[in-house]
């Protein structure tokens, strides 16, 4: 590319929302989602789809045979930064994070491009899918073509195909009471991917946080015979939480103090840097929510995050513990203390 052709261009500016942020509100996808899974009991007559609409799983899951299961997913959004390569790497990352969050390993990738072709140089795109096909070679997945259109806001993801034990997968409703709560990655990004957007600051260590895979968090945990786990992103740690204790049937509770947060994040809060979709997060858990800290804290522990960690039931050497499974308390899926 150019660097030259590049120059000057913000792709943040191009787009109303960014990254996971951009997601359409958590209880508004679950109506939808309720309406489409009603009625449909015997749409799996054999038993082979292992994971599907039921509890907001990161991705679906069919058995093939008794060693193989597929994991099929999808993810793409609006720019979360401005440099095109960066935001492709960042794309791409999050996509193949919920193969990850599922047990499994990423084999082939197709790519996802909307493109506003006479706002934007397609030169720049190119940048995009370079960020994109990077990274999917650092994963040892295939990228085999995909999909473009034009579009009047730029977009980018993968389409992903896995393979995982079906014995072996980590599910959002395998959690169970007595384990810890361990979060591989820092949060706080949204609020400091908006203030990026405000502002054209750019944080290293952030796209250094959203371009780390979740591989050898996901392989660990695999290995340790953990079976619950999901990644943090737009419904921001609270929301993921709430999905995952309520689909296994259990309260989780959060140290608040034990929360890693990415440098930068309380102060980009404290000047107002509050993505909306953050905000949405927090109005839809706390009807389940019992809560011992105050408001700031909440809203970045609900914070959507773009391409976070993996929160996992169980204990992962070199990663924080933030918390504990325990048994369920009546209309409680989620307490901060």
């Given at each position: 590319?150019?660097?030259?052709?590049?120059?000057?261009?913000?792709?943040?500016?191009?787009?109303?929302?960014?990254?996971?942020?951009c997601k359409v509100p958590p209880g508004e996808l679950e109506r939808v989602l309720g309406d489409l899974s009603s009625g449909r009991a015997d749409q799996d007559a054999t038993g082979d789809l292992l994971v599907g609409l039921d509890h907001g799983d990161?991705?679906?899951?069919?058995?093939?045979?008794?060693?193989?299961?597929?994991?099929?997913?999808?993810?793409?959004?609006?720019?979360?930064?401005?440099?095109?390569?960066?935001?492709?790497?960042?794309?791409?990352?999050?996509?193949?994070?919920?193969?990850?969050?599922?047990?499994?390993?990423?084999?082939?990738?197709?790519?996802?491009?909307?493109?506003?072709?006479?706002?934007?140089?397609?030169?720049?795109a190119a940048e995009v899918l370079r960020g994109g096909a990077d990274v999917c070679r650092a994963a040892g997945a295939h990228l085999a073509g995909g999909h473009s259109i034009d579009d009047p806001e730029p977009k980018y993801g993968?389409?992903?195909?896995?393979?995982?034990?079906?014995?072996?997968?980590?599910?959002?409703?395998?959690?169970?009471?007595?384990?810890?709560?361990?979060?591989?990655?820092?949060?706080?990004?949204?609020?400091?991917?908006?203030?990026?957007?405000?502002?054209?600051?750019?944080?290293?260590?952030?796209?250094?946080?959203?371009?780390?895979?979740?591989?050898?968090?996901?392989?660990?945990?695999?290995?340790?015979?953990?079976?619950?786990?999901?990644?943090?992103?737009?419904?921001?740690?609270?929301?993921?939480?709430?999905?995952?204790?309520?689909?296994?049937?259990?309260?989780?509770?959060?140290?608040?103090?034990?929360?890693?947060?990415?440098?930068?994040?309380?102060?980009?809060?404290?000047?107002?840097?509050?993505?909306?979709?953050?905000?949405?997060?927090?109005?839809?858990?706390?009807?389940?929510?019992?809560?011992?800290?105050?408001?700031?804290?909440?809203?970045?522990?609900?914070?959507?995050?773009?391409?976070?960690?993996?929160?996992?039931?169980?204990?992962?050497?070199?990663?924080?513990?933030?918390?504990?499974?325990?048994?369920?308390?009546?209309?409680?899926?989620?307490?901060?203390?």
């Amino acid at each position: 590319m150019t660097t030259s052709v590049a120059a000057g261009i913000r792709l943040t500016q191009f787009a109303s929302g960014g990254g996971c942020a951009c997601k359409v509100p958590p209880g508004e996808l679950e109506r939808v989602l309720g309406d489409l899974s009603s009625g449909r009991a015997d749409q799996d007559a054999t038993g082979d789809l292992l994971v599907g609409l039921d509890h907001g799983d990161d991705a679906a899951a069919v058995r093939i045979d008794g060693e193989r299961a597929v994991i099929a997913t999808t993810d793409f959004f609006t720019p979360v930064v401005d440099d095109a390569y960066d935001f492709g790497r960042i794309a791409a990352t999050n996509a193949l994070s919920d193969v990850y969050a599922m047990g499994g390993e990423p084999l082939v990738a197709l790519n996802l491009l909307a493109w506003p072709r006479d706002r934007i140089p397609f030169e720049v795109a190119a940048e995009v899918l370079r960020g994109g096909a990077d990274v999917c070679r650092a994963a040892g997945a295939h990228l085999a073509g995909g999909h473009s259109i034009d579009d009047p806001e730029p977009k980018y993801g993968l389409g992903v195909t896995g393979l995982a034990h079906p014995d072996k997968l980590l599910r959002n409703d395998a959690a169970r009471a007595g384990v810890p709560l361990t979060l591989t990655k820092p949060i706080g990004l949204g609020v400091l991917n908006n203030r990026h957007k405000a502002t054209g600051e750019v944080f290293q260590h952030a796209i250094d946080v959203m371009t780390t895979l979740n591989r050898d968090a996901s392989r660990a945990a695999v290995a340790a015979g953990l079976r619950a786990a999901t990644d943090v992103t737009g419904f921001g740690l609270l929301g993921h939480l709430h999905k995952m204790a309520r689909a296994s049937g259990v309260t989780a509770v959060v140290d608040a103090s034990a929360v890693p947060y990415v440098e930068g994040a309380r102060e980009a809060l404290r000047d107002g840097f509050v993505p909306g979709g953050s905000r949405r997060n927090l109005d839809w858990v706390r009807p389940f929510l019992e809560a011992g800290v105050d408001e700031d804290e909440l809203v970045l522990l609900a914070d959507a995050q773009t391409s976070g960690g993996l929160l996992v039931a169980g204990e992962l050497p070199g990663h924080p513990v933030v918390g504990e499974l325990v048994p369920a308390r009546d209309g409680v899926t989620v307490q901060v203390r």
